[in-house]
T-cell receptor
């Protein structure tokens, strides 16, 4: 069974440019999460989808970040325009739901904004 | 405090035991977790402990939970070079629903 995949693995862009990150969850997982780890600090929650709906987007830092999950399958996270402080590793996770609701993480996308 | 706290670095010699400590924030967190991130890989759930337990052992891993002090530790016996990774402590407070609060990660270096 394929795990959570993310694309690209690395992205280097200039300040002011736009970048779109993609996450493909494990097939059949309704829950999809985005997290990011900035500058070697703690991993922070960004948002949570249940199918195509945003269940919780309280962690989104500002309106330069837009997440979508059309059709309830893969998700994209767009940063527009990117700023220097957006550099970090963006993780996606998915889960099936249930009492323990284990989240399976992707390898992350390392974003560098110059 | 409001943050999950961990020491950032730990170095041990191969064959020794490693102990990674964590202080979490919410005493009502039902589960506490340890995740491992190897270089270039995603986060892998290593183990978790239910909050009504004091200890959980799984092969070389021992998790100790002190609920009173909100202290969690992960002990790795007979540490191997393959254990070199970043270890994240995480909790999932009921107030946040499904969402995790992670610590900053402890980078474990295993020296030959």
């Amino acid at each position: 069974e394929a795990g959570v995949t993310q694309f690209p693995s690395h992205s280097v862009i200039e300040k002011g440019q736009t970048v779109t990150l993609r996450c493909d969850p494990i097939s059949g997982h309704d829950n999809l999460y985005w997290y990011r780890r900035v500058m070697g600090k703690e991993i922070k929650f960004l948002l949570h989808f249940v199918k195509e709906s945003k269940q919780d987007e309280s962690g989104m830092p500002n309106n330069r970040f837009l997440a979508e999950r059309t059709g309830g399958t893969y998700s994209t996270l767009k940063v527009q325009p990117a700023e220097l402080e957006d550099s970090g590793v963006y993780f996606c996770a998915s889960s099936q739901g249930g009492r323990n609701n284990e989240q399976f993480f992707g390898p992350g996308t390392r974003l560098t904004v110059l | 405090g409001e943050d999950v706290e961990q020491s950032l670095f730990l170095s041990v010699r191969e064959g020794d035991s490693s102990v990674i400590n964590c202080t979490y924030t919410d005493s009502s967190s039902t589960y506490l977790y340890w995740y491992k991130q190897e270089p270039g890989a995603g986060l892998q759930l290593l183990t978790y402990i239910f909050s009504n337990m004091d200890m959980k052992q799984d092969q070389r891993l021992t998790v100790l939970l002190n609920k009173k002090d909100k202290h969690l530790s992960l002990r790795i016996a007979d540490t191997q070079t393959g254990d070199s990774a970043i270890y994240f402590c995480a909790e999932r407070p009921p107030r946040l629903g499904q969402n995790f609060v992670f610590g900053p990660g402890t980078r474990l270096s295993v020296l030959p």
